[in-house]
């Protein structure tokens, strides 16, 4: 089992910043692929950002690339997600979630673990 807890949500205005923080606990080798997803209201869960243990290389949607960083922290079993230039749309739930492996990093069913979700919202 890995148990997540997302931290970090809150109100900002356009153009702001906010860095969410996921810590994990439990076998996290057993899911060592981190990802983050989202979910606006009344849209579907849609993918963000993920990273492999290595943090080596990392993959982002579209629609944030450029403007959000995932990065981890393994000594600590923590991810970020640094979020800049925020922009109304990025108005969401975000969720960070834990897999086995990279495959189909970009769709949720490829995570087996899941947290609890932490709110941001950007004002206009």
């Known amino acids: 089992q890995v148990h997540l807890v997302e931290s970090g949500g809150g109100m900002v205005q356009v153009g702001g910043s906010l860095t969410l923080s996921c810590a994990a606990s439990?076998?996290?080798?057993?899911?060592?692929?981190m990802g983050w997803f989202r979910q606006g209201p009344g849209k579907d869960r849609e993918f963000v950002a993920a990273?492999?243990?290595?943090?080596?290389?990392?993959f982002y949607a579209y629609s944030v690339k450029g403007r959000f960083t995932i990065s981890r922290d393994n000594a600590k079993d923590e991810v970020y997600l640094q979020m800049n230039n925020l922009q109304p749309e990025d108005t969401a739930a975000y969720f960070c979630?834990?897999?086995?492996?990279?495959?189909?990093?970009?769709?949720?069913?490829?995570?087996?673990?899941w947290g609890q979700g932490t709110q941001v919202t950007v004002s206009s």
């Open positions: 990273i492999p243990y290595s943090g080596g290389r990392t």
């Open positions: 439990g076998r996290t080798l057993s899911n060592p692929f």
């Open positions: 979630a834990a897999a086995s492996s990279a495959t189909g990093y970009a769709q949720a069913s490829n995570y087996n673990y």
